[in-house]
């Protein structure tokens, strides 16, 4: 007996095979389909047991595949800029200093980024260029055993090139695969954790040789939720697919603009997204074969 005539047989023994699927965006969905998207296996071997990759913390590389999520839904805010509160000296509340600063990442379409996860598995990081929907991001991360590894995605238009282990493969892209633009997904978290949160101003701190505005978002259960409410393609780029975990938001102002977020989890680490040459021209093309 096959696979198939073994799964039709158990069939009618299965007690969810009259439940409706779960709904997009959803809790189930999400946790779903980030199994899916990020469960691998190596090809399988004549005999014995399939082969699983080393699991290099999965929830450690969330921009391995951009066709992980749903595509992102309008997000339609008022963000009442106009009456921000101003602090003695001119200087921004924290709360308005945040506002603004999403506001302005929203309307970016061309950056670049990095990403550093650091958790018990270790360190990994992920370079990433921006413009509108394209994008190019090279990952490097050290396995189990210590080996290190590099691979990259990259989207022109619709079509996906991944490369991995000197090998370049090209899909199409459909308009369900994609992931939200990555300053439009930064500005739609940093409105959400606003939500509820409470807000802390630490005052200036360096940062790379950068004087920086170091304001803390402390989650409560509202701006979880606020969180829980965005669309997938909008959280899987900061693996925000499980709010209940984020402690805190901190945020790193240079000026009026973004300079860096980084997301700590109760276990999942702390994941720091650093921005720059934000609105600069970044030009993606398709990898040579």
Partial sequence: MNDDELTQLLGPLDPTRDDPPPVAGSSRHAKILEHAMTTTLTPRPDTGDAVHEPVVALRRRPWANPRRLLAAAAVVVVLGLGLATLWPGGTQSAEAAVRSAAAELGEITSLRAEMTIVDEAGTSTAVGEFSGDNAHVVESWTDSDGLEHTSAFTVVDDTMW????????????????????????????????????????????????????????????????????????????????????????????SGDIIHQLTVVGSTAGTRSIRYFDLGEPVTITAPQR
């Fill in 162 to 253: 991944s490369e991995s282990a000197g090998r370049i493969e090209s899909s199409p892209v459909g308009p369900n695969d994609r992931l939200a633009p990555f300053g439009t997904a930064s500005a739609a978290v940093l409105r959400a954790a606003l939500t509820g949160s409470e807000v802390t101003d630490l005052g200036e701190a360096a940062l790379d040789g950068t004087t920086v505005r170091h304001i803390q978002l402390t989650m409560t259960p509202e701006s979880r939720a606020a969180l829980a409410a965005l669309t997938p393609a909008e959280l899987a780029w900061f693996e925000l697919e499980y709010p209940e975990e984020v402690q805190t938001i901190e945020v790193h102002l």
